[in-house]
Antibody
Framework: EVQLLESGGGSVQRGGSLRISCAASGFEFNRFSMTWVRQAPGKGLEWVSEISGFGGTMYYADSVKGRFTVSRDNSRNTLDLQMNSLRAEDSAVYYC????????????WGQGTLVTVSS | EIVMTQSPATLSVSPGERATLSCRASQSVSSNLVWYQQKPGQAPRLLIYGASTRATGIPARFSGSGSGTEFTLTISSLQSEDFAVYYCQQYSGWPRTFGQGTKLENK
């Protein structure tokens, strides 16, 4: 059974940094792309970043480009998102999701971790 | 960026009735379109991928259709557990983009 468990969320001041992680199990981690999607309170879903199975290719939303960095450790089956220069509008629940294949649809999701950026 | 537009924003339907949700892309995404269901306090769940293929474990009352720029999610006979928010999303290119969601509520 696929399991994705996010951690590392919390409250941070505007301009600060935070690193969130996703621990994966139940599948061959390096065979699948992984994605971060966020959802501000009461709002819709927003794609944030995506990384290929071996980590050589990354994509970012314009809203986070240059501030966020996605990475993965295939030896530990973990996905990370380093978030710098945080803004109030980055406050959201951050979900990690597993691609159905390489860069395919997001077929499995974690339960999310809440990031709150305060001024 | 491909803009995804869902309609209506809210749909009121009674249990047992059919629900039809629409999603339009600002340019062709071929069949690279998915539908997710999200209930309050839960993560989204993949329902349909490839515009029309049900994901594992999804009941047959859910069906997807369309290609190019016009897509439809149909729920043939609504059950109580189907009242939720539904999102479409394209995976034809980057950035990946979602529609703003359709809230399906009990009439």
């Amino acid at each position: 059974e696929v399991q994705l468990l996010e951690s590392g969320g919390g409250s941070v001041q505007r301009g600060g940094s935070l690193r969130i992680s996703c621990a994966a199990s139940g599948f061959e981690f390096n065979r699948f792309s992984m994605t971060w999607v966020r959802q501000a309170p009461g709002k819709g879903l927003e794609w944030v970043s995506e990384i290929s199975g071996f980590g050589g290719t990354m994509y970012y939303a314009d809203s986070v480009k240059g501030r966020f960095t996605v990475s993965r450790d295939n030896s530990r089956n973990t996905l990370d998102l380093q978030m710098n220069s945080l803004r109030a509008e980055d406050s959201a629940v951050y979900y990690c999701a597993k691609g159905r294949n390489m860069f395919g649809p997001f077929e499995s999701w974690g339960q999310g971790t809440l990031v709150t950026v305060s001024s | 960026e491909i803009v995804m537009t869902q309609s209506p924003a809210t749909l009121s339907v009674s249990p047992g009735e059919r629900a039809t949700l629409s999603c339009r892309a600002s340019q062709s995404v071929s069949s690279n379109l998915v539908w997710y269901q999200q209930k309050p306090g839960q993560a989204p769940r993949l329902l349909i991928y490839g515009a029309s293929t049900r994901a594992t474990g999804i009941p047959a009352r859910f069906s997807g259709s369309g290609s190019g720029t016009e897509f439809t999610l149909t729920i043939s006979s609504l059950q109580s557990e189907d009242f939720a928010v539904y999102y479409c999303q394209q995976y034809s290119g980057w950035p990946r983009t979602f529609g703003q969601g359709t809230k399906l509520e009990n009439k």
